[in-house]
């Protein structure tokens, strides 16, 4: 019995050492964010300003600025959206609601959930042959825009399809019972059911989009732009582009300069993902009242 | 070991009462259990059956929001004590549960696993045999021990997990609702198997089923509303119940 | 008052005839069937909506299509053994060479870093969060790791260069400015969210039953955890393993930023090198005419990138479709 409390004592010291282990662990991940935040905001302290908001970028890190870059970022989500989101909802509806239980089905599933884990610089390469070259939208914002649909396609489809799939079957069955066509139930039922989950996902499927950079790079997104886009086929650059191009410069001012287009990028991503949540909060409440 | 007054029951608990954050599910439970006895706990859903028969190897406190008060003694000691360590406690009383739980793993690894773990690694493979011939299930699995236990019927998973648990060589089985989840017949394999370890162990099983309550146990106790209404040798019970709650019970007017 | 309706209703009901809607019984031919208003037709709905779940299809179509074509054209020119086994990649300068060893080692020794940063950290998180946390620790961590995963890998390439190196500099002097090192820490952050949700994931499809039955045996919280969660989750966590070292291997920004743009064949982390990835980032910022050699490299390096990341991505969900099977 002596050996058995030994045994435990032992026992118990590998326990509590591994609680440790782990929960360092788990520390690392929330540690690693803190840092990375701090160091961002420490080297672009004073560097953030009204002149840096409107100005274009600069040879001389001082005078440089976020405007062009801001806005092309703007115009791009705002032009992917309108392509994305229809496309999604509606593949996610035929997935979930009228897609046979056949092999094709199967298939776009699959493909679906590979193309979600293709490399995003291979679609900027489709995008460079497709939409720069092949249809001659040369290096435009709707180029820019196409490509960055199909890359988040993928998540507002899977994440559409989890959200209509989480609308209770006795509601399309109520639907249905008081004589609704298919689409009729769908469009009137379950859509609004799913809307704040697909909003959600949509949400976050464009922050995917702000934050990428090689597609936009292989499409010949400019780095220099000194103007604002006022269409479509205009010429552009993005936040991330802009980012990457000041991170590149040897001169230590630019790291700085950098470091506060990071922080209006991280701007960004949190307005639109705190839109998300407090879209994803109002409806709950809606449903609850 | 304890040379107290209790000697004569292995299990008891003092005024024992439980909280589900606010829910009361325990109320002042005072119960004794006589050692290679089989106990019956019976009453109706959520009276607190399983509860009570998780108190005894404190598997209550894996749930969040639980809060315990009174004693439960085991040969006289404190369970609960701050000395006495939880994995001991689960050593020394092993448990089965409703449905069959066997682990992905072979069915010989399934079996050893509680030795492994407490270090009872000398001449593991007898033990193991051991156990299978007590759960009576050695002659059916002894040529495929290395197989995946998932691969068992439902029946033989059961019966695999009570010889996991006698592996360890408890002194007391708990058993709650062990063939509720089985087809009559392996159920009363399961059944027959109880009235073996008897000999051997102390067995404190949970049953919903009233039959099967009256086939195996020495003494029955009957649980209402998180109380215990009454406890006494089955077949008194089931005869000549003292309080009319057991009486309606038994007799299948509520439950 | 509800009273008297139900009941005038059921004696409607009793009588069988038809109901207003008001609750009063009226009394008129039933019209045959067939007659309802006609109603939009499903058909071109349908038509549409699946023409919309094709466009994902074709994206795929697309991309092996433009990588292919490009990439033939290529092989034209370089012959596709010289291309997997040469191992000095110039072809942006004479003498021009295309063997993608030096690019295919510089990816793999960065995702073998990240890996090795993401792996180990990633799983201890992960069985902390699923066997060890509080609701109340959970409820901040995985917003956390959630956000840590959003962020855009621009910004991560960005820590590498200005944060991580600087800090490994002091430690190896001799450290280029540009290495792998710096790259794989900042990709294996990344990528650490992913290991740690995915792996945590298989872990809660574990039945709590089976926890129990452990604890049950005398098991100590690490037991349950390395002896029987971890095992019974096993293909779920080894396909976090290889879906995040195939985001790792086509990541590309990091790479471009801090691991240098030096094709090597070396195994030294403190090295400048180059991915595949980068080069294919270097190519295009040079602005190479279309049409050039140079050009079509960037299809063939991508061709090879596609087919690794996908061959990874189908075993990886092949492994996953295993474990959901043990648990049906």
């Given at each position: 019995m002596d050996s058995l409390k030994r045994r435990t004592t032992h026992r118990k010291r590998w326990d509590r050492l591994f609680q440790g282990l782990f929960g360092a662990a788990t520390l690392f991940g929330v540690v690693a964010l803190l840092l990375l935040i701090t160091d961002i905001l420490r080297k672009a302290a004073g560097w953030i300003d009204l002149q840096f908001l409107t100005s274009f970028p600069s040879r001389f890190a001082e005078d440089a600025g976020i405007l062009s870059a801001l806005a092309g970022s703007i115009w791009l989500i705002g032009l992917t959206a309108p392509i994305a989101l229809p496309l999604g909802v509606a593949s996610a509806i035929f997935l979930e609601e009228f897609a046979p239980q056949s092999s094709l089905t199967r298939l776009i599933q699959v493909n679906i959930a590979n193309l979600a884990g293709v490399p995003s610089i291979v679609f900027g390469i489709l995008g460079l042959a497709l939409f720069v070259r092949a249809l001659g939208a040369g290096r435009s914002l709707l180029a820019g825009a196409l490509t960055m649909s199909l890359l988040v396609l993928p998540i507002i489809i899977v994440s559409a399809q989890e959200a209509i799939r989480a609308v209770p079957d006795s509601q399309r069955q109520a639907a249905l019972a008081l004589g609704a066509t298919k689409w009729q139930a769908v469009r009137s039922v379950v859509l609004p059911a799913a809307m704040p989950g697909i909003m959600t996902g949509t949400i976050l499927a464009l922050s995917r989009a702000i934050g990428e950079t090689a597609p936009l790079i292989m499409i010949g997104a400019l780095s220099f732009v000194a103007f604002l886009p006022s269409g479509p086929l205009d010429q552009f650059t993005v936040l991330p582009i802009q980012i990457f191009n000041w991170t590149s410069r040897p001169q230590e001012e630019f790291s700085h300069v950098a470091a506060a287009g990071i922080v209006v990028l991280l701007v960004l991503l949190l307005v639109l993902n705190s839109a998300a949540v407090l879209i994803r909060n109002h409806y709950r409440k809606r449903f609850e009242a | 070991m304890m040379a107290n007054t209790s000697d004569r029951f292995i299990l008891q608990t003092r005024n024992l009462n439980l909280w589900y954050g606010e829910r009361?599910?325990?109320?002042n439970i005072n119960i004794d259990i006589q050692p290679q006895r089989v106990t019956a706990i019976i009453g109706p859903s959520g009276c607190g059956k399983s509860t009570l028969l998780r108190c005894f190897n404190r598997m209550n406190e894996l749930l969040p929001g639980i809060r315990i008060e009174g004693q439960v003694l085991y040969n006289g000691e404190d369970l609960y004590g701050s000395n006495v360590d939880v994995t001991e406690v689960r050593y020394r009383i092993g448990m089965v549960f409703q449905k069959p739980t066997p682990f992905p793993k072979s069915i010989f690894e399934n079996v050893a696993f509680g030795p492994r773990i407490h270090g009872l690694t000398e001449n593991l493979a007898e033990r193991v045999e051991r156990s299978l011939q007590q759960a009576a299930l050695w002659d059916e699995v002894k040529d495929r021990?290395?197989?995946?236990?998932?691969?068992?019927?439902g029946g033989q998973q059961q019966r695999l997990c009570i010889a996991r648990a006698l592996a360890l060589e408890p002194e007391v089985l708990l058993m709650d609702e062990p063939t509720s989840a089985l087809d009559p017949v392996a159920a009363g394999k399961v059944e027959e198997l109880i009235v073996n370890l008897k000999k051997r162990y102390t067995i404190v099983i949970v049953t919903h089923n009233l039959q099967q309550g009256a086939r195996v146990a020495d003494t029955t106790a009957f649980l209402l509303g998180g109380e215990l209404v009454e406890i006494g040798p089955t077949s008194e019970m089931y005869t000549r119940p003292r309080d009319n709650r057991t009486e309606a019970y038994i007799t299948g007017r509520f439950g | 008052m509800e009273k008297h309706e139900t009941t005038r209703v059921s004696k409607a009901l009793v009588k069988g005839v038809p109901l207003d809607g008001k609750g009063n019984g009226v009394h008129h031919e039933s019209p045959p069937l067939g007659n309802t208003k006609p109603r939009p037709a499903e058909a071109p709905v349908r038509g549409l909506l699946f023409l919309s779940a094709l466009v994902s299809v074709m994206t795929t179509i697309g991309i092996v299509l433009v990588l292919a074509t490009e990439a033939v054209s290529f092989f034209k020119t370089v012959s596709v053994f010289d291309f997997l086994t040469g191992t000095k990649w110039t072809p942006l300068f004479e003498p021009k060479s295309f063997g993608i060893m030096p690019l295919l080692a510089g990816t793999l020794l960065v995702a073998l870093g990240a890996s090795l940063v993401a792996i180990p950290i990633g799983l201890a998180s992960a069985i902390y969060l699923s066997e060890y946390s509080s609701h109340r620790v959970r409820s901040w961590v995985k917003p956390v790791l959630e956000v840590l995963a959003g962020v855009p890998t621009v910004v991560y390439g960005y820590f590498a260069l200005t944060f991580i190196t600087p800090i490994l500099r002091r430690v190896f002097p001799e450290m280029s400015i540009f290495n792998a090192a710096s790259a794989s820490i900042a990709m294996g952050i990344m990528i650490l969210p992913m290991v740690s949700s995915l792996s945590e994931d298989a872990m809660r499809a574990v039945p709590r039953s089976l926890r129990e039955a452990a604890y049950a045996l005398g098991s100590t919280r690490y037991e349950v955890a390395s002896r029987v969660v971890v095992p019974a989750a096993a293909s779920g966590i080894t396909a976090s393993f290889i879906l995040a070292v195939s985001r790792a291997i086509g990541e590309t920004m990091i790479v471009a930023i801090a691991a240098g743009a030096t094709p090597k064949l070396t195994l030294n982390p403190l090295e400048s090198i180059q991915t595949m990835t980068a080069y294919i980032v270097q190519v295009s910022l040079g602005d190479a005419p279309y049409g050039t050699i140079e050009y079509k490299t960037i299809f063939a390096v991508g061709l090879l990138l596609f087919l690794m990341t996908l061959g990874m991505n189908i075993l990886g969900q092949w492994v996953t479709r295993r474990y959901r099977e043990v648990y049906r």
């Open positions: - | 009361k599910a325990l109320a021990l290395h197989h995946n236990a998932l691969g068992l019927s | -």
